[in-house]
């Protein structure tokens, strides 16, 4: 299984985000996670980030929405409950790293190229801060606050 954590540069969310990804992975020895910073939207299309951090299993995000855009904002992901935070739950990751083991080898069709999950492509829960359209207009939903504090291209984008 290869895992890849992609971030912004200096994502508020990663440091949280790796320290679940590490307890999840607590029953997977010798797990090897790479970690990619992108930092335009066409490294985000073309690596299949849907804002930051984004976790690919084989190359798949298990926790994008179907047909939800690439994106360099802020992330929100949906516990079991509907709550959203800006990191999965280590039960979450734990499910879909499990899942993520059976996976099959059947193509993706959002993501050509790309292993689908037995449940079809967005089968999990997650949300993404103020989604974006076509050249960069707000599709709605509220922006977090944090990313842009720190990394000021950002601004406006979550």
């Known amino acids: 299984m290869e895992l890849t954590l992609l971030t912004v540069p200096d994502c508020p969310n990663a440091a949280a985000f790796e320290e679940r990804l590490a307890a999840a992975l607590a029953s997977h020895p010798g797990a090897v ?3 990619r910073v992108i930092t335009s939207e066409l490294e985000a299309a073309e690596a299949g980030m849907h804002g930051s951090p984004t976790l690919l299993i084989d190359g798949t995000d298990p926790f994008a929405a179907p047909d939800q855009p690439p994106s360099l904002s802020c992330r929100l992901y949906r516990d079991a409950a ?3 935070g800006a990191v999965p739950s280590v ?3 734990r499910r879909v790293l499990s899942a993520g083991a059976g ?3 059947a193509r993706s069709r959002h ?3 790309r292993h689908a999950r037995p449940d079809g492509p ?3 829960r997650a949300a993404r801060q103020k989604p974006r359209g ?3 207009s707000d599709l709605g939903s509220a922006g977090c606050g944090g990313c842009w504090s720190r990394w000021p291209a950002a601004a406006g984008r979550c």
């Open 103 to 105: 996976w099959s080898t």
């Open 91 to 93: 039960q979450e990751l």
């Open 134 to 136: 076509p050249a960069g």
């Open 33 to 35: 996670v790479r970690r």
């Open 122 to 124: 967005g089968g999990s």
């Open 111 to 113: 993501h050509p190229g």
């Open 82 to 84: 509907g709550r959203t």
